[in-house]
């Protein structure tokens, strides 16, 4: 069993940036592959990007690639994204999400509760 707490959402400008964390409790985080997906009202919950569980391998989706970062602390157990040129269509409840899968992490088996990221133009 995993728990992730999300953390270091908010209300921001459009231009500005916001770092969220993902803290994850339980078994080894290092085992894990990790990702970041939101979802906006109304839509679909959209991959954002994803980590290897040593951290060697990344990927992002189109609409964000250039301005986020993600990121790992094994020592720490959590990651990160840093979002930085925010936009309003990134507003999103965000998740994160681990599994044994890297390729497999939208159908992880362990979630985040979500933090809502909100970007005003």
């Known amino acids: 069993q995993v728990q992730l707490v999300e953390s270091g959402g908010g209300l921001v400008q459009a231009g500005g940036s916001l770092r969220l964390s993902c803290a994850a409790s339980?078994?080894?985080?290092?085992?894990?592959?990790m990702g970041w997906f939101r979802q906006a009202p109304g839509k679909e919950r959209d991959f954002v990007a994803r980590?290897?569980?040593?951290?060697?391998?990344?990927s992002y989706a189109d609409s964000v690639k250039g301005r986020f970062t993600i990121s790992r602390d094994n020592a720490k157990n959590t990651a990160y994204l840093q979002m930085n040129s925010l936009k309003p269509e990134d507003t999103a409840v965000y998740y994160c999400?681990?599994?044994?899968?890297?390729?497999?992490?939208?159908?992880?088996?362990?979630w985040g509760q979500g933090t809502q990221v909100t970007v005003s133009s």
């Open positions: 999400a681990v599994d044994p899968n890297y390729y497999e992490l939208g159908s992880a088996r362990y």
């Open positions: 339980g078994r080894t985080f290092s085992y894990y592959a």
């Open positions: 980590i290897s569980s040593n951290g060697a391998s990344t």
